[in-house]
């Protein structure tokens, strides 16, 4: 027999309506009160009834995640950041791939929140930049929270400094000795491409060191542009010492690229990324990196979403520390 909320309100001994305030975790409720009913509810195995809670509150309780990434680990991190974080709230998800470039991209959108009835989406880049989309969800007042928004002003959800991060990682580099820095770019539709591109910059010139464009190759997050990218740059008539780059999946293309090559690492080349994925713990040597807690910021960007979708005016931009994670894929430069 199904666990009702007069069950739950009963063992807990207080009143159902006390009982819907905890698990939609309203502030309200004194805390022994909320662990005295979480208790209960947990002793009942009480699951609550989605077409009640819709009716009740007129709410579907489903949320999306929206997303257009090349890199699988980088949205699996972020889908279990997300799913976390609905299940504490009793909430459903959806994950929907999409293309960003796609000149249905708004219709269809607008479609899946009419069709699904979602309460919010959470959105990732490049969809977090795109100005089209976010003035229609204003324009429908569909509340979203974003992940790593180029945008920060307004708006909510979770950002990195990722600028100070490539910073600091260029000044790890700059402190080994490497004075020829390559920098492979991140998909030029992601804000986090900027960022980590201009905090490239701005490690060079704290170090006193000249930008050489050559030095700066376009990549697409992908571990095959990685592998582009360090084709192009052993390519050089003088190759650079360390190469930065801006993800941790072109940077195991330019690690696949030098073993083939027959160069160490780090012997011969530094290699670095960003993100601290999996895969900088799967590649040989281990990756340097920068860790961003795509898991905590997903997790947030749920949170956050959600409190809005309680009370318009609530939910904000939360900013998250980053660290850098050195491992031995960066080691001095060789001496030439």
């Not at 470039?101 to 959108?109: F, K, N, Y």
């Not at 976010?134 to 429908?140: A, P």
């Not at 004075?179 to 490239?200: E, T």
Request: hydrophobic share 40%; net charge negative.
């Amino acid at each position: 027999m199904r666990v009702r909320i007069e069950d739950v309100a009963e063992a807990a001994g207080v009143s159902m309506k006390t009982v819907s305030r905890v698990l939609n975790n309203e502030p309200t409720v004194r805390e022994a009160t909320r662990e005295r009913v979480q208790a209960a509810a947990k002793a009942l195995n009480y699951r609550p009834d989605p077409s009640a809670r819709r009716l009740a509150g007129r709410r579907s309780y489903l949320v999306a995640l929206l997303y257009d990434n090349p890199s699988a680990s980088y949205v699996m991190e972020a889908l279990e950041g997300v799913v976390e974080t609905c299940l504490a709230h009793h909430y459903g998800m959806m994950v929907q791939p999409l293309d960003y470039t796609d000149a249905e991209l708004i219709p269809t959108i607008e479609s899946l929140v009419s069709f699904s009835k979602l309460d919010g989406l959470i959105l990732t880049p490049p969809l977090t930049d795109l100005p089209g989309l976010l003035d229609r969800l204003d324009e429908l007042q569909i509340p979203y929270s974003c992940i790593s928004p180029n945008n920060r002003r307004g708006g909510i959800g979770v950002t990195l400094q990722e600028h100070d991060a490539a910073q600091e990682m260029v000044q790890h580099l700059v402190g080994l000795g490497h004075s020829r820095i390559a920098h492979i770019k991140g998909h030029p539709a992601h804000g986090a491409s900027d960022w980590r591109l201009a905090g490239y910059k701005s490690g060079l010139r704290r170090a006193g060191l000249r930008y050489d464009p050559a030095l700066v190759i376009d990549g697409e997050f992908s571990f095959d542009s990685g592998v582009a990218a360090a084709n192009a740059l052993l390519a050089l008539p003088q190759r650079p010492t360390a190469i930065f780059a801006a993800n941790d999946d072109m940077a195991a293309g330019v690690m696949s690229v030098l073993h083939a090559g027959g160069l160490s690492i780090p012997g011969d080349i530094s290699v670095c990324g960003f993100d601290d994925t999996p895969i900088s713990r799967q590649v040989f040597p281990a990756l340097t990196t920068v860790h961003q807690p795509t898991r905590e910021m997903a997790h947030e960007a749920t949170e956050q979403l959600l409190k809005a979708i309680k009370d318009p005016a609530s939910g904000t931009l939360v900013q998250l520390p980053y660290a850098l994670q050195l491992r031995q894929s960066t080691g001095p430069a060789p001496n030439e």
